[in-house]
């Protein structure tokens, strides 16, 4: 049975990091943007190494303020305080905190924006509207939540090839039995409502990533290759019972030979979703 909060299926290895700190407010949060205001107050759940938190802190100006929170205390939180301190950001915070229970937290505190970025995929599925809950209790009256999540069935490549259908298969296999939902983004309209918004409040868009030249490519298939015989996928994967090594090696070999195609094109789609506090 899977634990009570899923534990993030990747962990922070380098690899993992090598994705996250590629991540920025521009092709990460565009759907966002149009909202930051000066002088917002925003709340960053799930921060990692601080990349899209600290755009968001340059767009607020001076007298608006950023919190990032990640749930477990550590390098990652150092690396993003070093990276704020090297780009001059003073206008941010990084703390240890969990996403249920941020209520608690925070309590003589709301926020204008709440955001979360390829979070709720990772937490217990039968806990998701619960976490929304605890977003909207830390939200001011007219501000707003912002959700982003990738739908992982909805992703496609070329070329086709039996090694890559492999791979999506034992990840949906794998982050099921950890707990989480990795086709999160097709779903978010359905947990928002669950947490008790009106549809009429719930704005709703969808976002890709897209990988395709050489250097896309190369950098994408290192990554998913170095992520699955290195980072904590692979422990969870193994633990799970429903792999071996020698899939994760068939995988990782796959990745690189998608690499190498010239033809290679790889896309991933996101749900996101803006849901409008009014009280």
């Known amino acids: 049975m899977p634990e009570t909060t899923a534990i993030y299926i990747h962990g922070h290895h380098e690899s993992v990091l ?3 700190s590629w991540r920025t407010a521009q092709n990460s949060a565009s759907y966002l943007l149009p909202y930051i205001q000066p002088n917002m107050h925003i709340l960053d759940i799930g921060c990692g190494p601080g990349t899209i938190t600290l755009d968001f802190a340059t767009l607020v100006g001076p007298t608006g303020h950023i919190t990032g929170i990640e ?12 990276t704020a ?3 001059g950001i003073t206008n941010v915070e990084f703390k240890t905190g969990d996403i249920f229970e941020l209520e608690e937290m925070f309590k003589n505190r709301r926020f204008d924006i709440v ?12 806990r998701v509207s619960e ?24 992703t496609t490549w070329f070329p086709a090839s039996a090694g890559m259908t492999e791979w999506m298969d034992t990840y949906q296999l794998v982050a099921r039995a950890n707990g989480g939902e990795p086709d999160a983004g097709r779903r978010l309209v359905s947990w928002a409502l669950g947490a008790g918004f ?13 990988y395709s030249t050489p250097d896309e490519r190369e950098w994408w298939s290192r990554m998913w290759a170095d992520r699955t015989l290195s980072s904590d996928f692979k422990t969870t994967a193994l ?31 996101h749900g996101e979703i803006i849901c409008r506090v009014d009280t």
């Not at 955001?115 to 039968?126: A, K, P």
């Not at 633990?239 to 068939?250: C, F, Q």
């Open 131 to 154: 976490a929304l809950m605890q977003m909207r209790a830390v939200t001011k009256p007219g501000g707003i939540i912002a959700v982003r999540e990738a739908d992982f069935v909805a």
């Open 115 to 126: 955001h979360v970025h390829q979070v709720l995929q990772h937490i217990d599925r039968e």
């Open 71 to 82: 749930p477990s205390p550590g390098d990652i939180l150092t690396q993003a305080r070093e």
């Open 18 to 20: 090598r994705s996250h």
């Open 198 to 210: 009106a549809r009429d409040k719930i704005t709703t868009s969808a976002g890709t990533w897209c």
């Open 85 to 87: 301190t090297s780009r």
């Open 239 to 269: 633990k799970s019972g429903l792999v071996d090594e020698e899939k994760l090696n068939r995988i990782a070999d796959t990745w690189t030979e998608w690499g190498k195609s010239e033809e290679g094109w790889f896309a991933i789609l």
